[in-house]
């Protein structure tokens, strides 16, 4: 039976956990288009999910050769949004983890560090000029531009928001290059 | 010959990859190969294993076999360059298990006495 399930995550790590949790239920995910997740019914437990940021756009005959590969390893690419990338596993095959050294681990957390990095500042960026545009003009006769000054405050917010997940990759990145000094 | 210079450990997971391309493998085959090897205890991430193939062909450690063209699956076997590369680091891991052992047996004679 397909179950379509509205949700939206700023936290890839929660979101995978979720879908984990999901399939441990009889959930297993599908399909993905923005916040909205379809599941159909599977065995609890049957499928293990990995969430990937590719390194380049999904169409790229490199990321395509990439999914050829790990569909081979039985990880099964089972939707993406923009580099964003869901793979699933038969949890009876065994454990199943993308990365299992810690520089390939730092790449791909530094990956996911920067695209949180650069969305957030241009969200900030956008956002403090539209406020700008909102404050100005209001001599009197005109009241500003209260549309720019809405959008601006919601682009700063979600600004603000991805900080969060950024910071915390930042972290693990820097626990990672501690781990590093003293082993692989 | 630069290559030779070399003289940096390898990582485990590409000490184990060298390891088994001295017979052609695909991907899969090189993570179960592997994770046979160790007991299961060396669990190659695919994401990790995709990158050091790539990094290795690169270096010409290791080569593609083109001869299954119509097969989807691409084998790889380990070079003369990755097998000079392989025997030197067999030696600096002898030489790492000599001396750890001597300090070892040294210690317990001095225990002893």
Redesign the interface.
Known sequence: MRKVVWKLFVDYEKEEKWLNDMAAKGLAFEDYSFARYVFSDCKPGEYIYRI?LLENSFRNPESQQ?L???S????EPVANWFRWIYFRKKAAE??F?????I??KI??FNRIMWLFFIIMCMEIVIGLSNINIGLQFRDGIHDGAPANFVIGVVCVCIGIVLFFPFNRTRLQVKKLRQDKLLM? | MPESIERGALTEAVFYILLSLHEPMHGYAIMQNIERLTGGRVALGPGTLYGAINALVQKRWIEALSAEKDSRKKEYVITELGRSVFDGELGRLKELIRNGERTRLEMKGTKKS
């Not at chain 1, 081979?72 to 990880?75: F, I, L, R, V």
């Not at chain 1, 983890?97 to 050294?101: A, N, Q």
């Open positions: 990937e990439y050829s590969f790990m081979e390893t039985g990880a065994g454990v983890e993308l990365y299992s050294d520089e390939s790449a791909h692989e």
